[in-house]
């Protein structure tokens, strides 16, 4: 039993160091929500307003929202980029009396022709 204690101990770290960072990285973010959040990353590129105004929920809507919306767009480069692809995902619980309301962050990076852009909603 022993042997094999420290047979594990000894192999484990062999084992995780032969893992490929990004998959590990993939194994992490939720898919669903990565789509989403590209997707509404080129739509305020594309200025298709309508569009982000149906994803967003009922209780955060508001009469300004096209204001903001289009304040957002202005800081997103409307070039067509290179690549889009995760950097990070963050996952938050937040207790507010009984109820608990878990968030997913996700950071988005553009790759332009002409520089980076990273984009955390």
């Known amino acids: 039993m022993y042997f094999m204690r420290r047979l594990i101990v000894l192999l484990l770290p062999i084992a995780l160091l032969g893992c490929d960072r990004d998959a590990m990285f993939e194994k992490f973010i ?28 009922k209780s955060l809507q508001s009469s ?34 009984h109820r608990i309301r878990s968030y997913n962050r996700i950071r988005i990076q553009r790759v332009l022709a002409r520089r980076k852009c990273v984009y955390a909603p």
């Open 64 to 97: 300004d929202m096209r204001r903001k919306l289009e304040e957002i767009a202005e800081l997103i480069p409307a070039e067509v980029p290179k690549s889009t692809h995760t950097i990070g995902a963050i996952h938050q619980q937040i207790q507010r009396g």
């Open 30 to 57: 939720p898919k669903d929500e990565e789509a989403i959040a590209k997707g509404l990353i080129a739509k305020l590129s594309a200025r298709d307003y309508p569009a982000v105004e149906a994803k967003v929920d």
